[in-house]
Structure formats: structure tokens, C-alpha cells
């Protein structure tokens, strides 16, 4: 059992609401980027692969940037090529269940079948399983956590989020992120909104030239040891 999970044990339940909302990762043939030494940022994308994954796709391969989806099930199942695709071209794929619903309100035997889905869909697509769970909503307590253990994975939410879902807006989602990134950080963003797919060229751009490298959630928690069950970042009420 996790330390984490351990020390939550007393406690009743504790959902996280996050407001500012792998995994598999295929090697790189150059040297992995150390983000102890250099100033790194996760841009991870929800609920996918949505439509417009291959053109997102597209640009990050164009700017040698890294990405994290966090797949649907369902998604996963009926646009495998771009499943495929991320895996073959370095980006990492984590779990975001199947059909996306709160974990901390669904019994035990949906969450798992949930991320067994997941876990079932991704593989088929690209050959690979996910090593990350992100809940939906970002809504995990000591429940979630003790699925997720057994499931031999942490549970990642995020630093910060680009709010891109609610503004809609190249431009607005553009100042959001740059306003909330920082070195090791994880944004949340949605490869369904395409205003976030739009304006991504000029957003990476923009990070590249202020020293950032983007790179997948692996390589920014590397240093953090995280076991099974764990989340990080670690929710408010949470106890190390």
C-alpha cells in the first residue's frame, strides 16, 4: 500500500476540484530532456483523440514538442489511427476511462471496468497500455486511489489549467496558459476544442522562446518518486 494511501485512511473521502481542470512513452532517439536542469512544461490533452487530434498532431511534430493524452476509451476505440500515431511519434498515453464519468460517485466495479476498457482500447489501437491514470474531472478520494494501486498507477491531475473547454477563444486560452505555466508544471488542455488546436503553433512557439521544453508528464515527475495509487500534484486535504 502507497504512503499516500496509507496516510488517507482516516480520512472520509477528499475530491479534489482543481479550479485556475503513461503512460506510454515511445524512446526519442536524441538525449531525454533533464528537467532538473532545464526549465521543462507538460501540456497534457483530455478526453481524446478528438477530432482535430491530427492536426495537433501535426504541429507538435513540426516544433519537436511532447505531449500527454489522456485517452477515452471510447475514443480510443473509434479513432485508433491517431492512438496509434501518438505512441509511434514519442507523445505518452495515459487513462482517462472509458466514458468519462465522476469516479468518486460510481461504484467500485464501474471504475475498474472503466479503466480496464481504457487499458483494453489503447492497447489495441497502439500496441501499448497506459502506466497513468488521470480521473475524470480530476475527482479522486482514498477509493479511487486503492483502484488506481491495484491498477499499478498513479493518478495525475495538474498544475494548472488552460481553461480552454470555457473560453473557446484562440487568443484568451493563448494568455491563460502563459499566465499559469511555470518549470515543471502540468496544464490541462482538451485536443477537442479547437480553438486550442488553432492557436497551438503560436503557443508553442511563444513557450520555446521563453526556455521552455515541452516534454511528457513522465519526464516531469521523474524526481518525484510516486508509487501506485499516489496523485500528484497532491490535492489539498491530502497528507505525504
Not at 20 to 49: H, I, N, R, Y
Request: proline share 6%; net charge negative.
Amino acid at each position: 500500500m502507497s504512503r499516500q494511501i496509507s496516510s488517507l485512511l482516516a480520512i472520509a473521502a477528499v475530491c479534489v476540484t482543481l479550479a485556475p481542470a503513461p503512460a506510454f512513452a515511445q524512446a526519442s532517439k536524441k538525449e531525454p530532456v533533464d528537467c532538473s536542469q532545464v526549465k521543462c512544461l507538460a501540456l497534457t490533452f483530455d478526453d481524446g483523440p478528438g477530432q482535430y487530434a491530427g492536426t495537433l498532431l501535426d504541429t507538435l511534430k513540426k516544433y519537436d514538442a511532447k505531449a500527454t493524452f489522456f485517452l477515452e476509451g471510447q475514443y480510443a476505440k473509434s479513432r485508433p489511427q491517431f492512438v496509434k500515431r501518438m505512441a509511434a511519434e514519442g507523445h505518452e498515453l495515459g487513462n482517462h476511462s472509458y466514458k468519462h464519468p465522476d469516479f468518486t460517485k460510481s461504484s467500485e466495479a464501474t471504475i475498474k471496468d472503466e479503466i480496464q476498457k481504457t487499458q483494453d482500447a489503447v492497447k489495441a489501437a497502439a500496441g501499448v497500455e497506459p502506466k497513468l491514470l488521470r480521473p475524470p474531472y480530476g475527482m479522486t478520494d482514498v477509493r479511487v486511489s486503492e483502484i488506481a494501486e491495484q491498477f499499478d498507477m498513479p493518478q495525475i491531475l495538474w498544475t494548472a489549467g488552460s481553461k480552454d473547454w470555457s473560453l473557446k477563444n484562440v487568443d484568451a486560452i493563448q494568455k491563460q496558459t502563459l499566465a499559469v505555466a511555470e518549470p515543471n508544471g502540468i496544464i490541462l488542455m482538451h485536443d477537442w476544442v479547437k480553438q486550442t488546436v488553432d492557436g497551438m503553433p503560436a503557443l508553442i512557439k511563444t513557450l520555446q522562446n521563453k526556455g521552455y521544453h515541452l516534454v511528457t508528464v513522465s519526464d516531469v515527475i521523474k524526481d518525484e518518486k510516486l508509487e501506485p495509487g499516489d496523485a500528484f500534484p497532491l490535492p489539498e486535504g491530502w497528507e505525504q
